[in-house]
């Protein structure tokens, strides 16, 4: 067993905590106990992450002395939709039983901890759950911070809620059997945790690659460890996105999202939509003289290093901008942009003039 680092994240009495470490995975049962949640553990999963995962989670779960009842659903972003919810919630109902009291443990990426952060949001009007990251991408954000949604034909994650977990347990060796493609994607929400928030972890970075952090599992758990510390300290702030803090963590995304929906998801991973997003607003930094040429080419640089795309094609402009457009975080249509000052540092800014942004976006953009 590894070294094991604990983050708290403090929001009163919704406070928890993110565990990390490499094969600790034997303490996940009796960690879950000692929190007094429940009898029976609903273990949500699809069959991919199931098969290669599942065994050891449920031993650990079931030598605490829980009851565990594993559920998988299928293993593609459709499983976010009011449909598999549906089922998901007459699921529970159905295992509720006299004595039996329910919590959920969410075993997968984003799709399983974004659908199962739903369902135990809203069955009963709130059970408890618990994240199990397996994808680099859910380990350093999406498991963090209780936002929770679910799809629908309209749009990506338009039906939520804010719903914090009880427990973030992470299993670094999970991401063993994970592709490398993935582990790329994931990465992109890390190198953006450094450019908004932490510059130790930028430098630090810089001396590593892929194949390095693969290879020592001590490093990839400081480096998750750095990021998803990043995030627990801007949600603490701001847990619902009222002050425009959390704001930050969207580094990059202005341009990604629109990147990725202009694709029709196809096309990029979402990390790598972000990645664009991030050499985009970083020239937009550059051109409006908030951040200096030496520091915009650090991060490019960083972004080069752990093979992330460096150029926008296979999409059309007039989508990507009208998807721009109608991005719901955008303030009574005024464009707003989180850009980088230096590196550990970024402000937001609202109304960057058009002329900029197309020249921006222009930069990265392959014809
Ligand atoms: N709630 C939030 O704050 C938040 C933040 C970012 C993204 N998201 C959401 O997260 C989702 C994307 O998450 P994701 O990138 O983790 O995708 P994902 O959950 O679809 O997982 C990616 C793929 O990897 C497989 N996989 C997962 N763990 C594995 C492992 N250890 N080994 C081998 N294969 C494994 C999955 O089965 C899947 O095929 C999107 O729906 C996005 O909207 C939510
Ligand atoms: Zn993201």
Redesign the pocket.
């Known amino acids: 067993m590894g070294l094991i680092q604990e983050i708290p994240v403090y929001l009163g009495t919704r406070s928890y905590e993110i565990v990390i470490g490499s094969e600790h995975l034997s303490s996940l049962g009796s960690r879950i106990r000692s929190l007094d949640i429940g009898t029976d553990a609903v273990l949500l999963s ?1 069959r ?2 199931f098969r ?2 599942g065994k050891p989670v449920t031993a650990s779960l079931k030598k605490a002395g829980f009851a565990v009842h594993p559920l998988t659903v299928p ?3 459709r499983s ?1 939709s009011l449909a598999v919810l549906g089922k998901l919630l007459t699921e529970l109902a159905r295992l509720q039983k006299p004595g039996r009291c329910l919590f959920l443990v969410l075993l ?7 659908l199962g ?1 739903v369902a135990a949001g809203l069955y009963r009007r709130g059970i408890p759950c618990v994240q199990l990251p ?2 680099l ?2 380990q350093v ?2 498991s963090i ?1 209780g ?3 679910v799809d629908l034909p309209q749009g ?2 338009l039906v939520g809620l804010f719903y914090q977990p009880r427990l973030v347990f992470e299993e670094i060796s ?2 063993r ?3 490398d493609r ?1 582990v790329r ?2 990465m992109a929400e890390i190198i953006k945790c450094g450019v908004i928030r932490d510059s130790v972890l930028f430098d630090r970075l810089e001396q590593e690659t892929i194949v390095s952090l693969r290879a020592d599992e001590k490093a990839m758990a400081w480096v998750i460890a750095r990021a998803a510390a990043v995030k627990a300290k801007t949600i603490e702030q701001d847990e619902h996105e009222k002050k425009g803090i959390r704001t930050i963590l969207n580094f990059g995304h202005t341009v990604g999202h629109a990147v990725e929906a202009a694709g029709g998801y196809t096309g990029f ?2 990390g790598e939509a972000v990645a664009l997003g991030m050499r985009v607003a970083s020239e937009i930094a550059r051109r409006m003289k908030v951040i200096s040429k030496q520091d915009a080419d650090r991060i490019n640089s960083l972004i080069n290093r752990f093979g992330l795309p460096a150029h926008i094609r296979g999409v059309q402009w007039d989508r990507v901008w009208n998807a721009m457009a109608h991005d719901k975080k955008w303030v009574r249509s005024r464009n707003r942009w989180v850009l980088p000052t230096g590196i550990g540092r970024c402000t937001v800014r609202e109304g960057i003039p058009e002329p900029v942004i197309r020249a921006a976006i222009r930069t990265y953009w392959e014809e």
């Open positions: 699809n991919t992450v290669a995962h293993d593609s972003e976010k997968g990426g984003g799709v399983i901890g974004d952060g397996t994808t991408l859910a954000d999406s911070g936002k929770t949604a990506k994650n999970f991401l059997t994970l592709p993935q994607s994931g991973a979402h």
